[in-house]
């Protein structure tokens, strides 16, 4: 059984940083895509960031500029570096990764808590 932990979350202020991580008890280079969720208090998840196994990166628009995903196959880690962070960035964030050993598999890690707030 795959496991996805995050951990980096915590409380900012606007303008602020943070950089998630998640750890998978498996090589990340076996996933088709490992990605970054994240839902807010009242709202659905919704897709932030991707990398492929190939190395292609995707964003949602409004991260765009401010975060980047990264992966360290080294250390089964991915990243997601977050700057010029806004209020309506907090949410739980949730790792993702797909793709093996079955093309229809799919992990999730039990989230982290990012609020940004002055």
């Known amino acids: 059984q795959v496991q996805l932990v995050e951990s980096g979350g915590g409380l900012v202020q606007p303008g602020g940083s943070l950089r998630l991580s998640c750890v998978a008890s498996?090589?990340?280079?076996?996933?088709?895509?490992m990605g970054w969720y994240r839902q807010a208090p009242g709202k659905q998840r919704e897709w932030v960031a991707r990398i492929t196994s190939g190395g292609n990166r995707n964003y949602v628009d409004s991260v765009k500029g401010r975060f980047t995903i990264s992966r360290d196959n080294a250390k089964n880690t991915v990243y997601l570096q977050m700057n010029s962070l806004k209020p309506e960035d907090t949410a739980v964030y949730y790792c993702n990764a797909r793709g093996w050993p079955m093309a229809n598999n799919d992990y999730w890690g039990q989230g982290t808590q990012v609020t940004v707030s002055s």
């Open positions: 498996v090589g990340v280079f076996r996933f088709v895509a």
